[in-house]
């Protein structure tokens, strides 16, 4: 204020220009004040686009895409590996590329599976990690699907959550 009055400007101009300095304060304000909001926005834009899940607290939340599934970016010792989630698989299973890549143990206990697609043959084993967002779990059951390519987030995870849900367009999970 003192420094417009020091420069002796037309009170119009002067008025003008303090109500800049309201609207560029207010702005900041309104920034700074729903930043946790904007973040929100920008994590679900993001999920929209990519399929990334969304992370509320330790809340997941997973976007259903376009199939009509929930897919999801996930992390199998380190590997990044896209999951469609499945509760009608009741373990975990990967492809044997993906099993390789995250350098999983491929031992020889096998075992038979009914799926939808009729019986398949797989192989047992475990993961040092597998984690979904913010929830980890170590020394984890994953079945090796040796003729198929989808992998499966079954419910051997899912069980393992406080809970687990579809809100909406949404699959949310509870650690």
């Known amino acids: 204020a003192s420094s417009l009055i020091g420069m002796r400007l037309p009170l119009g101009k002067a008025a003008k220009m303090v109500l800049a300095w309201i609207a560029i304060f207010g702005g900041v304000f309104v920034l700074f004040a729903f930043r946790t909001?904007?973040?929100d926005f920008g994590q679900r834009l993001r999920a929209e686009a990519t399929g990334a899940p969304i992370m509320v607290g330790e809340t997941v939340r997973i976007p259903i895409s376009d199939d009509g599934h929930f897919w999801v970016?996930?992390?199998l010792?380190?590997?990044d590996v896209r999951f469609m989630v499945d509760s009608g698989a009741s373990v975990t299973t990967v492809s044997r590329d993906v099993a390789e890549a995250a350098g999983m143990t491929i031992g020889s206990r096998r075992g038979v599976v009914s799926t939808a697609n009729g019986r398949v043959l797989v192989t047992k084993s475990r993961a040092d990690q597998l984690q979904v967002g913010s929830i980890e779990r170590t020394d984890f059951s994953v079945d090796i699907n040796e003729a198929d390519d989808v992998n499966l987030l079954g419910m051997?995870?899912?069980s393992s959550l406080d809970s687990w849900?579809?809100?909406?367009?949404y699959l949310?999970?509870?650690p």
Not at 165 to 169: A, F, I, K, L, T
């Open 37 to 39: 909001e904007f973040s």
């Open 73 to 75: 970016a996930a992390k």
């Open 77 to 79: 010792n380190g590997q």
């Open 172 to 174: 949310v999970l509870q």
């Open 165 to 169: 849900r579809v809100e909406g367009n």
């Open 156 to 158: 051997n995870f899912l």
